[in-house]
């Protein structure tokens, strides 16, 4: 057996159906008196509204400024409500957006954060905070924006459309996979990423079949954790940079380009990371891991396509220099011409090139 550094990442997670109810024990358990609580506007904002009603006392108002990327803009509006209202905890109820407002306020403040996920996005888990800032998204890792409480409420989860579901859960995926084959992977991460994978796969499905099935909301959200904890535990690689950088430079939505970008990268990676295809193909019942999640994608009815989500067709081109400028860590070296013929596929909607001879 190699060698590893395990950490376990302090965050109290409580997972149920209804444990919306114990977020006031939560707060008092915080010392917490003035809860702001934070969503993106829209439908968000009424279930935040909700959720601040269970708080009575202890919540001092609703901010519904949550923007995907947590634009700098934003987090300063954010930041002024904390002050006039002398809030001493912001709640987040919602997903990536308003968690990643929740953290990049207490970067900044390091009020306490309670976090109650309503997609799949894992960001909850992690000490990782993307921030936008004249179009430019920058990340850091720092253990001062891990949320103290996170409490997963599958009640919360049966109003997300089972289109958003399926490409959240397939972002979710994303962090699993790349967990099986990250530089600095590990025993138990690896045992987390194959759970976290098993339960999404049988899960989307379910609800993309009945919508209201709460067993399957509920696998979805627990794979979701767990993905989200390999998110935070190991290192990402050419997937994840690759859709960092397209959605930074052609602001496409975030889970979608996950979903269609994810099988392209898997098969480019195949060659080089056998034993964490395996896994992957044996956990989705086939004998190839990029055509499994292709297919995967393709029975949860989301778009397969770059083009169809609003990529330019000249940006290819640009995706690939900007992903050659960038170097980093991936197990297969990244070769301009690979590069190209993937983000080719994956903008046509192609099936993933198999990688056996
Ligand atoms: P999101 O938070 O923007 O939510 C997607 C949409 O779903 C929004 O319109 C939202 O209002 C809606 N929605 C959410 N919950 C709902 C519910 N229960 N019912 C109905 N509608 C609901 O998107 P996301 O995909 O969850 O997160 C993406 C963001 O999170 C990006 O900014 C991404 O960079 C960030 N992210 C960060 C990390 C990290 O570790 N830092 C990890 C994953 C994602």
Redesign the pocket.
């Known amino acids: 057996m190699q060698p590893f550094v395990y950490e376990a990442l302090p965050t109290r997670v409580v997972f149920g159906a209804g444990t919306v109810a114990r977020l006031g024990a939560e707060a008092e358990r915080l010392g917490v008196r003035r809860a702001l609580v934070l969503s ?1 506007p ?3 904002e009424a ?1 935040a509204r909700e959720v601040a009603a269970s708080l009575g006392d202890l919540a001092v108002g609703v901010h519904a400024g949550a923007v ?3 634009p700098v803009e934003a987090t300063e509006k954010a930041l002024q409500v904390v002050g006039e209202l002398a809030a001493d905890a912001v709640v987040a109820v ?7 407002l929740g ?1 990049a306020i207490a970067l900044r403040t390091d009020l306490p954060q309670i976090v109650l996920p ?2 799949y ?3 909850e888990m ?1 000490p ?3 921030e936008t800032r004249d179009g430019v998204k920058t990340t850091q890792r720092t253990p001062k924006v891990m949320p103290e409480v996170v409490l997963y409420d599958v009640d ?2 049966l ?3 089972p289109s ?1 579901a399926a490409t ?1 859960g397939m ?1 979710a995926m994303a962090h699993a996979v790349e967990a099986l084959y990250s530089k600095d992977r590990n025993p138990v991460t690896s045992l987390v990423a194959e759970e976290g994978i098993r339960s999404l796969a049988r899960a989307l499905p379910g609800i993309a079949a009945d919508p209201q099935d709460r067993e399957a909301r509920a696998g979805a959200l627990y794979g979701a954790w767990l993905c989200g904890t390999c ?2 535990a190991v290192g990402m690689a050419l997937h994840h940079k690759l859709c960092h950088a397209l959605g930074g430079a052609f602001d496409l939505p ?2 979608e380009t996950h979903t269609i970008v994810l099988p392209h990268a898997v098969a480019y990676n195949a060659s080089a990371a056998p034993d964490a295809m395996e896994r992957v193909a044996r956990i989705l019942g086939t004998t190839d891991a990029a055509q499994g999640l292709y297919e995967l994608a393709g029975r949860l009815g989301a778009k397969r396509a770059l083009r169809d989500i609003g990529m330019p067709a000249d940006g290819i081109g640009q995706a690939v220099s900007a992903a050659m400028a960038a170097p980093y860590w991936n197990p297969r070296p990244i070769e301009e011409d690979g590069l190209r013929d993937l983000l080719t596929r994956a903008w046509n909607g192609d099936p993933p090139r198999a990688w056996r001879a």
């Open positions: 993106t829209g439908r968000g279930q995907m990327h947590t919602g997903g990536g957006s308003t968690t990643g953290k309503t997609t996005a894992g960001s992690t990782i905070l993307g919360l989860t109003g997300l459309p958003v959240s972002n998110l935070g975030h889970a």
